[in-house]
C-alpha cells in the first residue's frame, strides 16, 4: 500500500495549542467590542442549498464559491446531453444542490427572512464562523478562514453607518494596530457611470475599478475596455482615477464631476455626513479617508462602503476589514424594502499582521497549571482527591496517567510549560503535605492543599 503524503488542501491550515491561544485573543478581543455596541451572536450552517449564494457576488465571486456533490450517485440526474455539453453552469445545478458559504452577510440576509416573526426591528448580530472561497492561495489569502462580522439590519439611518466606524476604531485600537478606514458611496459609483455615459456597465466598472491599487490604472483601462467600455467613457473616467487630494477637496471635486446628478448628490451629501460626525467619535489611532475608486466588487452593495488597511509599515496592505450599506439584499428571498449595513473583520489577515509587527501580547498557551506526578496506582488514586479539590478552586490541574519514568514525566511538564510539580509519594500521603516544585525558579517547597491554592492563585 502506497504511503500517503499527508498535508491539509491548499489555502487550509492546521493551528497550534500557541495559534489557537492568539487566535481567541483576536476573537476575544473582537467579541467584547461587538456586545459593547448591542450585537447579538448567531450562527448559521457551513452549507447552504447553491440557490440560496449563486447570483449575489457577481460573477468573479460565483466562481470562487464551493460547490458540493450531492451524495449517492450524484450523476444520477444529469442526461446525456448535458454530460456531453461539458457545461458546468448546467451540469453544476444538477450535481451540486448545496455549497460552502462564501461569506456571512448572504446567509445572514436568508437567516433574516426565515426568522422574521422571532426578530425584532433593527436587529443587531454578530456572528464569528469560518467561510470557504476557491481563490489561489497566496501571503494573507487562504481558501479557509474566519470572519467576525457585524450586521444592523432593519433601519436606514446613517448613525449606523457611523457606529461602523466607531466599532471599527476601538477593535483595532484594542489591538493596538493604527488603520485607515477608507469610505465611499455606491451611489457616487452609479451616478460615475451615468456621468461617463456607461450607465448599464455600472457593475463592470465597479469590478475594474475595486482593482486600482492592485493593478494599477493602464490595467484597469485595459479590463474596462475588454467589458465593452468605449475609449471615450473610459477617458471621463481618468480625472477621478487620478485625482488626489484631501477629503474636503474630494468632495468639492465630486460636486463639479458629478454635477445635478441626482444620485451622485444624494451618494455626496451621506458620505459627507458618515465621515463629519465618525470624525468627531474615534481615537488619534484612526485616520478616515475618503477614496473615490473604492468599489468593493460585491452586488449587494447599495450605499456606503468600507475598506480597513493597517498603517503599520511593512505590514500587510491588503484589506483587514471591510463592508457596507445594502438596501435590499432580502428582497431576493421574498423580504422586500429591508436596509442593512455591516462590516467583516477578517481574523486569518489581523493574525498575519499582528504578527509580522510583533504586536501579539506576551502570554502562554499553557493551560494546566498543575502537574501531579504519578508515583504508583495508591498515590495516584490519593492524587484524584487533591486534584479534584484544585479543580473546584479554579486550578487547571492533571495527573499524569501512568506510573513512567520520572524523567519522562518531568519532561511532559518541562515541554508543556508547566510552572507547578507536585509530588505526593508515601511521606506526603503521611502528612497530608504536597511535594511542591516550581518550575520557573527550580524552588521547592511542602505545601498544605490550602498553601498550594494560595500560591497559585498567587
Known amino acids: 500500500m502506497a504511503q500517503i503524503k499527508l498535508n491539509t488542501p491548499k489555502g487550509t491550515r492546521d493551528f497550534s495549542p500557541a495559534e489557537m491561544v492568539r487566535r481567541n485573543y483576536i476573537f476575544d478581543t473582537i467579541k467584547s467590542v461587538f456586545k459593547k455596541y448591542g450585537y447579538q451572536p448567531i450562527e ?14 457577481g460573477d468573479e465571486g460565483d466562481r470562487l464559491i464551493f460547490k458540493i456533490l450531492n451524495s449517492g450517485d450524484f450523476l444520477k440526474g444529469a442526461s446525456d446531453e448535458s454530460l456531453l455539453s461539458k457545461d458546468l453552469n448546467v451540469l453544476g445545478k444538477i450535481v451540486s444542490e448545496k455549497a460552502l458559504r462564501y461569506d456571512l452577510t448572504v446567509p445572514f440576509a436568508r437567516y433574516v427572512v426565515q426568522h422574521r416573526n422571532e426578530i425584532t426591528f433593527p ?36 448613525l449606523n453607518e457611523v457606529e461602523m466606524v466607531q466599532v471599527t476604531d476601538e477593535v483595532f485600537s484594542k489591538l493596538n494596530i493604527p488603520v485607515t478606514v477608507k469610505i465611499n458611496n455606491r451611489k457616487l459609483l452609479a451616478a460615475i457611470a451615468e456621468v461617463i455615459d456607461a450607465p448599464n456597465a ?23 475596455r475588454e467589458r465593452g467600455i468605449s475609449d471615450t467613457s473610459i477617458e471621463k473616467l481618468l480625472p477621478l482615477m487620478r485625482f488626489q487630494g484631501n477629503t474636503a477637496e474630494k468632495l468639492e471635486f465630486l460636486k463639479t464631476y458629478l454635477g445635478e446628478n441626482e444620485t451622485g448628490q444624494k451618494g455626496i451629501a451621506e458620505v459627507a455626513e458618515v465621515l463629519e460626525t465618525s470624525q468627531k467619535l474615534i481615537s488619534d489611532k484612526t485616520t478616515l479617508e475618503l477614496d473615490l475608486t473604492l ?14 488597511r493597517s498603517n503599520l509599515i ?12 445594502y438596501d435590499d439584499l432580502t428582497g431576493i428571498f421574498g423580504m422586500p424594502d429591508v436596509s442593512g449595513v455591516g462590516i467583516s473583520f477578517g481574523a486569518d489577515r489581523i493574525y498575519d499582521v499582528l504578527e509580522e509587527a510583533e504586536l501579539f501580547p506576551e502570554f502562554t498557551s499553557v493551560s494546566t497549571q498543575v502537574f501531579f506526578v504519578n508515583f504508583g496506582e495508591k498515590e495516584a488514586n490519593y492524587c484524584l482527591g487533591l486534584v479534584k479539590q484544585l479543580r473546584e478552586a479554579g486550578i487547571n490541574t492533571e495527573l499524569y496517567p501512568d506510573n513512567a519514568k520520572m524523567k519522562k514525566q518531568m519532561t511532559y511538564a518541562h515541554n508543556n510549560g508547566i510552572q507547578f510539580v507536585a509530588m505526593v509519594g508515601t511521606d506526603e500521603m503521611e502528612t497530608g503535605k504536597i511535594g511542591v516544585k516550581n518550575m520557573a ?18
Do not use: H
Open 123 to 158: 436587529f443587531k448580530r454578530y456572528q464569528i464562523q469560518p467561510v470557504w472561497r476557491a481563490d489561489r492561495p497566496q501571503k494573507g489569502r487562504y481558501r479557509e478562514f474566519y470572519q467576525c462580522d457585524i450586521d444592523v439590519i432593519g433601519s436606514d439611518s446613517l
Open 44 to 57: 448559521t450552517p457551513s452549507m447552504e442549498n447553491s440557490e440560496t449564494l449563486m447570483g449575489k457576488y
Open 314 to 325: 511593512g505590514s500587510l496592505s491588503s484589506s483587514i476589514s471591510g463592508g457596507g450599506r
Open 295 to 308: 468599489a468593493r466588487g460585491l452586488n449587494y452593495y447599495t450605499g456606503a462602503i468600507f475598506e480597513v
Open 202 to 224: 455600472f457593475v463592470d466598472i465597479t469590478v475594474a475599478l475595486d482593482k486600482l491599487d492592485k493593478i494599477g490604472e493602464e490595467k484597469v483601462c485595459n479590463e474596462l
Open 441 to 458: 525558579t527550580g524552588e521547592q517547597s511542602s505545601l498544605t492543599i490550602a498553601e498550594l491554592i494560595a500560591v497559585v492563585n498567587g
